[in-house]
């Protein structure tokens, strides 16, 4: 792959020439085993980027494996991978894959920072609809926020290089788990942009409805009722702000925060909401939830929570919503629960109540 081509997929405005760009770029390491690994805890739009540039790898004769590190957290995710027989391998180490020629991003910009011997593997393509603080590095680099979801533009891709065909299983499972994706990172198209409509309509053809009516289903864990519970118990309301620690929280049930966030977020007298709580004894973390038009939620928690070691913000969101993931470090060693959560919450309660304008709470006594 030339410079003329990552610089034509930089420039262009048509998106058959982003398309044509992202073959190339695949096309030109035939023979090779490019991973596509998913950042963070795999969600919908994620897996199904995933799955569809495999299908377009697979087609040009590049091995493509999709690999996560953490944990498939969320019931929806768990029934999406299970429900559309999806393969997708999870590892600490890209030696678990054996011989790896390249990394791909999609619905991220950056690699997983957990992801152990990634620095040294070239990165093929990126594709996502997040912003990025720095130009991400790849061959191709498609980063695009006219877009509601990575799905579109991948759904984009697939009209133009080898659209998918109703009567074909494998194109019937690409397309439901792109409009799941679409779905879902659209909040069910509240979000949406005229490109995500137009890809919409495009999946409304091949897509598998009584799969996708299965995979939209909005159960609540019995888990997830209990973190629910205890941030009602803990709330904290300034103003519109409102404030809420759960405490720890299980790796397999850290979505259970962001449900309890989303369900806090529909209390009348409030139009920002933030749940924490400490997730596998390692880290704090937490979800925002808003309406409120002077909240950026991205900047906002950046503000809140600075940032790490290697300049990277602790927290990042989107129009309406964001979260944060900050180590515990040294103070998980502790032995005594209690005390560690009564700084946790201490020391996030108070950068919150900083960030909306109130005054911060008395140290925390030993």
Known sequence: MND???????????????????????AAVKGAHVVTVLRGHPDPDGIACALAQAHVAARLGVQNTI????????????????LLGLELRKIKSLKEL????????????DVEPDLLDAAGVEVLTVVDHHRAPNPPKGRFVDLRQDVGATSTIFVEYLEALCPLDADVEEDRRIATAL????????????????NDFRAAATLAEVADRDLLADLSRRLIAPNAMDVIAKSLGSLIVRRNFAISGVGFVSEADRDTIAQAADFLARREDIDTVVVYGVVGEKYIEGSLRTHSPSVEPSAWLENAFGHDEQGRAYGGGRRDKGGFRIPIGFLGRTTDRAQLWQLVEHSTRNALLRQVGDEPSPAVKP
Request: glycine residues 2%; aromatic residues 6%; without cysteine.
């Open 4 to 26: 003329v081509a990552r610089r034509l997929t930089l420039m262009t405005s048509t998106p058959e020439q982003r398309a044509k760009a992202f073959e190339e770029t695949l």
């Open 179 to 194: 409009m799941h994706g679409l779905a879902t990172d659209t909040d069910d198209f509240v979000l949406a942009r005229a």
């Open 98 to 109: 054996g011989h790896v020629d390249y990394l791909s991003l999609v619905d991220a910009h």
């Open 67 to 82: 690999a996560y590190v953490h944990e498939l957290s969320h019931r929806e995710n768990r029934a999406l991978v299970k």
